[in-house]
């Protein structure tokens, strides 16, 4: 017995002994590379960071990140910004390839590097906070923002030696330059064309890494190793999204309400739940205005009064509610550059108050509707008498015979009556025609 048992686990272990082998990064020299070409979000900054400590624990002399972004979140630019400075390794943000940009909050991310560098093509600026419809913010709320970010990247650029005039002309101007200009304004250590290019021109630079002085070597000749972004946070940024955060509240309430005005259609109601836990975990990591979520709930409220009211005014402005809700639903003083997208969520809300304003008044048609069906059917209806009805007779109705009474005296055989009411006994109450 014991036999079997060893060669069991040893049949068992081999394979995982394997896998676990293979599943060990190798801790070899090699140059690490990050390709953030995304929206800095949650999972962008988790990529970052999980990036960083994997390579650093693997061995890596340099990590570049080829970034390319139209902005995002603050919350999450401070924390990559305070993952690359408190990295033990040289990292190098790279604007590229030719034609991309570093907007809004990728201006922070690109100055925060060890080594700020820009591919031919390539622009940054824009740091200006906006409204969610690419306005200026309001006064007050304009203030919050720009000082915020200001700061912030003052302490960048100083901390770094960079240009700190130029950086708050980004945020208070929204100023936007080439890469030429970058280089020449001391925005950005050099320009190159490649990764190639790259690294030979880094080669001899001083640089401060973890407090130390740090000269870079030549390390094109080193193997890269590409380090791409997991599943989880791929969803991460996919729920992180304006837009889509936007459309689990919208699908959340709509689901919620007519599951509660048509009770037992189950569907909207398992929708709306998943929606609604999906949603509050997504405002959880990026900034929701209260405001907004409170325009869903009363937006949803007005759609659903038409099962009582069936006026189309109450529907129209729920529609109305809801979409000042989409607008409104991200805090734009903490994402600058960031917005909802008004021809996606617009249409969206249409059909979805569409949709339940459809619902609602089909359960209320059929609450209204009159009763066709059993005895209760039978109000209203016309008949004959089959046996005089003094206290009691009987009448012919709807191919059946029932027994019937009359309060307006005695109605002969054969005369035609009307069915006032039902009585207890499945008696009916007649009148005469």
């Known amino acids: 017995m014991k036999r079997i048992l060893c060669l069991m686990f040893c049949v068992l272990g081999l394979p995982l002994a394997v896998l676990a082998q293979s599943?060990?990064?190798?801790?070899?020299?090699?140059?690490?590379?990050l390709d953030m070409n995304m929206m800095i979000l949650p999972g962008t900054g988790s990529y970052l960071e999980r990036s960083i400590d994997n390579a650093t624990k693997n061995g890596a002399k340099v990590i570049i990140v080829q970034l390319n972004t139209p902005g995002g979140l603050l919350q999450t630019s401070q924390e990559m910004i305070q993952t690359i400075f408190r990295s033990k390794t040289p990292v190098v943000i790279y604007v590229g390839?030719?034609?991309?940009?570093?907007?809004?909050?990728?201006?922070?991310?690109?100055?925060?590097?060890h080594i700020a560098a820009m591919a031919p093509g390539t622009t940054i600026g824009a740091a200006h906070?906006?409204?969610?419809?690419?306005?200026?913010?309001?006064?007050?709320?304009?203030?919050?923002?720009?000082?915020?970010?200001?700061?912030?990247?003052?302490s960048i650029s100083e901390q770094r030696g960079r240009n700190i005039e130029w950086a708050e002309s980004s945020v208070k101007e929204s100023a936007s330059i080439t890469e030429k200009e970058a280089l020449e304004k001391n925005v950005i250590d050099l320009?190159?064309?490649?990764?190639?290019?790259?690294?030979?021109k880094i080669s001899g630079k001083e640089i401060t890494v973890?407090?130390?002085?740090?000269?870079?070597?030549d390390y094109s000749a080193l193997p890269r190793h590409d380090i791409p972004i997991s599943s989880r946070d791929q969803l991460v940024n996919v729920l992180a999204n304006p837009n889509v955060a936007a459309l689990l509240w919208l699908a959340a309430t709509t689901g919620l309400s007519i599951e509660l005005y048509n009770p037992g259609a189950i569907l909207p109601g398992v929708v709306g739940v998943i929606c609604l836990i999906l949603a509050l975990a997504v405002s959880q990591v990026i900034p929701i205005n209260t405001g907004a979520i409170l325009l869903f709930v009363v937006g949803a409220l007005l759609i659903g009064a038409?099962?009582?009211?069936?006026?189309?005014i109450l529907g129209l402005g729920g529609i109305i509610a809801m979409v000042l809700g989409a607008v409104y639903l991200l805090d734009v003083s903490e994402a600058p550059g960031m917005a909802v997208d008004y021809m996606?969520?617009?249409?969206?809300?249409i059909f979805l108050g569409a949709c339940m304003?459809?619902?609602?008044?089909?359960?209320?048609?059929?609450?209204?509707?009159?009763?066709?069906?059993?005895?209760?059917?039978?109000?209203?209806?016309s008949g004959r008498v089959t046996e005089t009805v003094a206290e009691r007779g009987k009448v012919f109705v709807n191919g059946e015979i029932w027994n019937a009474e009359t309060a307006s005296g005695v109605i002969e055989k054969g005369a035609e009556v009307r069915i006032k009411s039902i009585r207890s006994g499945m008696v009916l109450e007649v009148e005469r025609v």
């Open 344 to 349: 996606l969520i617009l249409p969206t809300v």
């Open 306 to 312: 038409e099962f009582y009211i069936a006026s189309g």
């Open 129 to 154: 906070p906006v409204s969610g419809d690419g306005k200026n913010l309001e006064s007050d709320m304009r203030a919050k923002a720009e000082n915020m970010t200001v700061a912030m990247v003052k």
């Open 210 to 217: 973890d407090g130390e002085k740090v000269v870079l070597d």
């Open 97 to 113: 390839p030719s034609g991309a940009t570093a907007t809004s909050a990728g201006v922070f991310i690109t100055l925060a590097g």
């Open 357 to 381: 304003v459809m619902i609602v008044w089909s359960t209320a048609k059929a609450y209204r509707h009159k009763v066709t069906t059993g005895s209760e059917g039978l109000v209203g209806l």
């Open 23 to 33: 599943a060990t990064p190798s801790s070899e020299p090699h140059v690490a590379i």
């Open 191 to 200: 320009v190159a064309s490649d990764f190639d290019d790259l690294l030979k």
